[in-house]
């Protein structure tokens, strides 16, 4: 059996850099808002039937300098909504440029119109607090399920680690790639943390059987479950991985960063469960059973 545990600490430093990277490219350089937070255009145009909708945004966001944050079919086969950040005359003229240039002057403008931002400051308070709220119920959900705090308070620290880490990638990738944070990113968070609770409670599970069946030390025991539990985690983690890797070099740039978030957050939720949650939970365990020790030899 692999003695996981043994390099506790080494987990706890490679998350340690992850998370003061993190934590640098948000304070170095924030997150890039899309159009779902800051309000832009959307126009729908009769273009024709199945219009290269990939090369018009590249042309878009390359001539105009503007995010394109989607364009879909809407209704009929050649009417398309545009969503993008807020331009100007000059702009929209060399919008309908590259319009008429990428279909053969087949374009028809149907609406055009500025909207205000669909994620507001009021909802993103809101969302913080439904997750808070959501967070401190799992917490005491596990510690009930477990009978220990030291669960709960592990698993939900191992959680907020891959919120975290996937919030600070996109800073990195807004500066560097200019990703954008929209409405997808939100759900693509909220998916993170439900699939690191959910991976991080197999594991705990898989802990409480064995002090049940054998009882002994729980490092030992965390060992024996971790090394039981690995390949399950890794197989399940990896039929996922390779989906969202199919997306973000298959499925075009309106689902690319969506995808690309959630391949951070599988990837970050796998690597948290086994090597930050149960590394917590044993050396808190062994820190609290010194602390008894040394109280009993007083």
């Given at each position: 059996m692999i003695n996981w545990l043994k390099y506790k600490?080494?987990?706890f430093s490679i998350s340690l850099l992850v998370l003061s990277l993190s934590i640098f490219g948000l304070l170095r350089w924030g997150l890039k808002l899309g159009v779902d937070f800051t309000g832009g255009v959307m126009a729908e145009y009769k273009l024709v039937k199945n219009a290269p909708t990939e090369a018009i945004t590249s042309q878009i966001e390359k001539e105009l300098g503007v995010n394109v944050s989607s364009i879909s079919q809407v209704g009929s086969d050649d009417v398309y909504l545009f969503r993008l950040s807020n331009i100007n005359e000059s702009q929209k003229?060399?919008?309908?440029?590259?319009?008429?240039?990428?279909?053969?002057?087949?374009?028809?403008?149907?609406?055009?119109e500025s909207v205000g931002p669909s994620v507001g400051p009021e909802l993103v308070k809101k969302t913080v607090y439904a997750v808070l709220i959501s967070s401190f119920f799992i917490l005491l959900m596990v510690a009930r399920q477990f009978s220990s705090f030291k669960f709960g308070v592990s698993a939900i620290l191992a959680m907020f680690h891959d919120t975290f880490i996937l919030i600070g990638s996109f800073a990195?990738?807004?500066?560097?790639?200019?990703?954008?944070?929209?409405?997808l990113f939100v759900t693509a968070?909220?998916?993170?943390?439900?699939f690191s609770v959910h991976d991080t409670i197999v594991v705990y599970d898989r802990i409480r059987e064995l002090q049940k069946k054998e009882g002994g030390e729980i490092t030992s025991l965390a060992n024996r479950a971790l090394s039981e539990t690995m390949v399950r985690s890794l197989n399940n983690s990896f039929?996922?991985?390779?989906?969202?890797?199919?997306?973000?070099?298959?499925?075009?740039?309106?689902?690319?960063?969506?995808?690309?978030?959630?391949?951070?957050?599988?990837?970050?939720?796998?690597?948290?469960?086994?090597?930050v949650a149960v590394p917590l939970l044993v050396v808190w365990n062994s820190v609290e059973e010194k602390m008894r020790l040394r109280r009993l030899s007083r």
């Open positions: 600490y080494i987990y003229e060399k919008l309908n440029k590259i319009l008429k240039d990428a279909t053969n002057g087949k374009v028809e403008e149907l609406r055009f990195w990738f807004g500066h560097f790639f200019s990703a954008e944070v929209d409405f968070l909220l998916t993170t943390l439900s039929t996922i991985i390779f989906m969202l890797l199919a997306m973000i070099l298959l499925g075009g740039s309106t689902v690319k960063w969506f995808a690309a978030a959630l391949l951070v957050g599988t990837i970050s939720g796998t690597y948290s469960s086994p090597f």
